[in-house]
């Protein structure tokens, strides 16, 4: 019987555990994660950003988390010798038809309470002599870090305390009463907990169907596809490169990413998934594209944006497609810079009306919370979103 249990090795789940046993370290802990490592999906295949915060919503759950996790994201890798380095983001239009939609961003990032700086082309040459655009916005809080290190370390912390950490442990069952949850997982495993804590990710909606708590929303996988450049053009950039994204859709578009270990990725794509952690170039799985088929959220979404997925489709099977999405704002890049690099794939909580669920999401029961969305700044966000889940919990 332990006092808490907690589902999921990203970094959501180590946020929660690594705090809730500082917050309570007489308590029992356990948490489960069912690869042989930590931060094997989401968390491990992103563009590694720290997210200043510059496109949510105000007021929203996203933009207020976001804000505080780029100073404890900063704080934890000082802290614990995970490497960082706050580089800066520049959002690029790359012609008078998207200044509108920068000027904005502009004013929603001074709502955010972001203080971001307008550069015309000739500032925007100074800073990046090998992107073009008529005008940019400079973030200079943005900045990469190694996520998975960030995991690692947390795990550590957590173990340190007197956390248990049980990896290649999947969840199979769950069983509520009324004084506890009962746990089954594919090692024959049979665990109890008095409070359960569900960061499943790509796994958030049969992980909350198991207590009843999956109404509302399911989860619908995107693909996305990365390029990595060579190494002889490891100086094409200093800052991240955005475009301007498509407001109507919550995907940022095709940038350029100076990665922490020196080298530079594209990318990514969204591409509808059919197989929720499918990398590898066979992405179909019986079961979760059964899931997809039998959702309505799914049909309508799909309806709603069919042409943004034709697009997707039809850059994705052809690099000079999608080289032209990035030489629009870099024109130097040719087809024999797209090298091949890891794929990723992006959990999107879809309600039964076919609209995205843009903010974070949480359902309870009374003796589980199971984190449904945790969308993109969810990483940047995660050491608060962590000290929130406590909270939720505590005041349960």
């Keep these: 019987m332990y006092d808490f249990a907690i589902i999921g090795g990203g970094i959501v789940g180590l946020s929660t555990a690594w705090q809730l046993k500082k917050r309570h370290p007489d308590a029992s802990i356990v948490l489960l994660e069912k690869e042989d ?57 790359a012609d008078e038809s998207e200044i509108d939609r920068l000027d904005a961003l502009y004013e929603r990032a001074h709502d955010n309470g972001l203080d971001l700086e307008l550069l015309d082309d000739d500032g925007l040459r100074a800073l990046e002599p090998n992107v073009t655009g008529v005008k940019a916005l400079l973030s200079p809080r943005t900045g990469i870090v190694d996520y998975p290190g960030m995991c690692r370390a947390m795990a550590r912390l957590f173990q340190a305390d007197g956390g248990e950490l049980r990896l290649g442990t999947a969840v199979t069952r769950l069983l509520e009463s009324e004084s506890r949850v009962e746990i089954r997982t594919n090692t024959g495993a049979f665990l109890e907990t008095r409070y359960l804590v569900a960061c499943g990710g790509l796994m958030a909606d049969r992980l909350a169907d198991m207590l009843g708590a999956g109404k509302g929303f399911g989860i619908v996988p995107y693909r996305g596809e990365y390029y990595r450049l060579p190494e002889e053009r490891s100086n094409l950039v200093r800052h991240l490169i955005y475009p301007v994204p498509d407001p109507t859709l919550p995907f940022l578009g095709v940038h350029i990413t100076p990665m922490i270990d020196g080298s530079i990725t594209v990318g990514p794509s969204a591409l509808q998934g059919w197989k929720r952690e499918g990398y590898g170039k066979r992405n179909v799985s019986l079961r979760d594209t059964l899931s997809l088929l039998t959702y309505s959220g799914f049909w309508r979404l799909s309806v709603k944006h069919r042409k943004a997925g034709i697009r997707e489709i039809r850059d994705a099977m052809s690099r000079r497609r999608y080289l032209r999405k990035l030489t629009k704002y870099c024109p130097s890049l040719t087809k024999k810079d797209l090298l091949p690099h890891p794929t990723g794939v992006r959990a999107m909580a879809v309600d039964p009306q076919g609209n995205m669920i843009d903010d974070f999401l949480f359902a309870e029961t009374p003796r589980s919370l199971h984190v449904c969305n945790a969308p993109s700044p969810a990483a940047t966000s995660a050491i608060p979103i962590g000290r929130l889940i406590c909270e939720k919990i505590e005041s349960q």
């Design 37 to 93: 490592a930590v931060a094997r999906h989401q968390t491990g295949r992103n563009s590694g950003v720290i997210h200043a915060g510059i496109y949510y919503t105000p007021g929203s759950l996203k933009a207020t988390l976001c804000r505080e996790g780029v100073d404890r994201t900063i704080e934890f890798c000082r802290d614990n010798d995970v490497p960082f380095d706050q580089c800066g983001k520049l959002i690029v239009a």
